[in-house]
């Protein structure tokens, strides 16, 4: 049996990308992406899931490339009149976005797991890649700050991670475990390699980390776990991941994100424009350019992840 | 006290158009419209209120003027990227009209009435008129076809009508009542005349006057009730309402219409191209043109119906 499977864990726009240059590096089905849903919330009476939905989209090949999120070729006509009916109009729902937002809540109350839904939506979008929450039960992430505690959404959209950020916390629901399509791709004889893709570490990835039970299943796997850095040359690619760094008191350098992951990792991708960090790294690195402009750096990209994965899978 | 406030029955496009001329007619604040929720539904999650909304695009100006029905300006993003995701796709929801939808179901998850919703959606919209539900308890429309029972919707939109009715039912629920807000318009001593729209009496009507007492106190207010006649020529404007009158074994006639409503009319509004059948109908008549075509149509047919009502109640 030739190991060829591949897990990655992803958090959105950085996250997606990588596991969009995954996609074309292994065979069709022979990738799964585990997605945060930490960010998941409820609003106007629809569960949102964004993380999913961005993986969907990006995968699909529906996604919005100016914005980075939401889908392309999209249309405003509900916000606008939304607001004239006076709703709230802090989070921007494109018309073509509402319908898997609509679709996924009537499926949720009809009893439908939100894996089953994804699964579903996946196969309709023509998506060869299994596309899996982390869990099917709730778990929530919170943003604790100097201005008080934000549910995630509240923080990242409405206020745009502007209050300082002193700790993050993760509500877990009583009964929350791994989805029994993450236990499956993990109990895999074929798995190979397992990929943390350069999402935020505390925001995106955590929260997956924090599902009671993941991270001891993923280290049981046996296989060889590579992070690849979503820092560059000390700062981050996008989004708020170094902001939060250094009000967490955490440098901001790439060597903090593989100290952050410690034992759970058995690789290291560091950006090349890093390169001077590799001697504070404990674990194996392979080094590269990991700017993920185009879709060949995508491919690019998941190709040495792989191959890096591949060697520590030997040499063990 | 002058008795200048009108009540006006409607149910969708019909008798929002004859609405929209009372509301020129009568001073602002001074029309109270009833509407019926008989097809109101739930659809893909969302409380769906057709002829509400049909009343609120119509007087807040918002109206597509091509298919009366839905708004203007409607794009269709939502329902190309829901059929994508396999979602039922025989109801269309446009995307600004998905807004109000989003928004009722949101609000009415929260607890509020739907009568405080519409009269807030009414006031942000810009309309000087009352709109308000006829209840704010269920009661919806079933057609007992030849082929099956079916709620209303799903004979009118997804079978277009084409089931031979044999019946239709109105499933009350048992709190059911009419709304304050009607009770309040019909007990006010400014109350000067009700009119019955030229909606379909069957579909559009019947609901209302099954809502339990609202028949009664309609009666009791002691103001003339004038009815508008939905049949022109022998058929009708618009919508299923000759097909159903032939199904129920009713001659295609407007003096079939003043028969239906008996004992509830004071007077009926005959179009001109009936006047031939005036001596079959036993409550005072007013012979015009009745068909709404223009906006000053609107306008005249119903300064016409307030100066007819205003003549019964100096003879009363």
């Known amino acids: 049996m030739k190991r060829e499977n591949v897990i990655a864990l992803s958090g959105g726009v950085g996250g997606a990308k990588l596991a969009d240059g995954l996609v074309q590096a292994v065979g069709d089905g022979r990738l799964t992406v585990v997605v945060n849903t930490g960010d998941d919330f409820n ?5 949102i899931s964004p993380d999913v939905d961005t993986a969907l989209y990006t995968l699909g090949g529906l996604a919005n490339p100016e914005t980075g999120w939401g889908r392309r070729d999209e249309t405003w006509t509900f916000m606008a009149a939304l607001a004239q009916l006076g709703g709230e109009s802090w989070f ?10 609509v679709e996924r809540t009537r499926r949720l109350a009809a009893g439908e797991t939100l894996s089953a839904i994804i699964a579903d939506f996946a196969r309709r979008l023509g998506i060869s890649a299994h596309i899996v929450p982390m869990s099917d039960q709730a778990l929530r992430t919170r943003v604790h700050c100097d201005e008080g505690v934000f549910d995630f959404q509240d923080y990242f959209v409405r206020l745009q991670c502007r209050p300082l950020t002193r700790s993050i916390e993760f509500v877990v629901a ?18 190979g390699a397992i990929v ?10 955590a929260p997956m980390l924090a599902v009671p039970g993941l991270r001891e299943r993923l280290r049981a796997a046996g296989v ?4 690849v850095s979503p820092i560059v040359g000390g700062a981050a690619v996008k989004g708020p991941t170094a902001k939060i760094m ?28 890093d390169a001077a960090l590799q001697g504070h790294i404990t674990v194996p690195v392979h080094i590269t350019d990991t ?26």
Chains 1, 2 share one sequence.
């Open 43 to 47: 609003h106007l009476g629809l569960h």
């Open 174 to 191: 009583p009964d929350a475990r791994p989805s029994s399509a993450v236990e499956q791709a993990l109990a895999d004889e074929a798995l």
């Open 291 to 316: 700017l993920m402009l185009s879709a060949a750096d995508r491919t690019r990209v998941a190709a040495e992840t792989l191959g890096f994965a591949a060697t520590l899978r030997q040499s063990a």
């Open 92 to 101: 921007r729902l494109g018309d073509g976005d509402l319908a898997i937002h």
């Open 246 to 273: 250094r009000e967490l008191g955490v440098p901001v350098s790439a060597d903090a994100i593989a100290h952050h992951y410690g034992d759970l990792l058995d690789g290291f991708i560091l950006d090349v424009r």
């Open 196 to 205: 943390i893709c350069p999402s935020n570490p505390y925001l995106s990835i």
């Open 224 to 227: 060889p776990i590579v992070a």
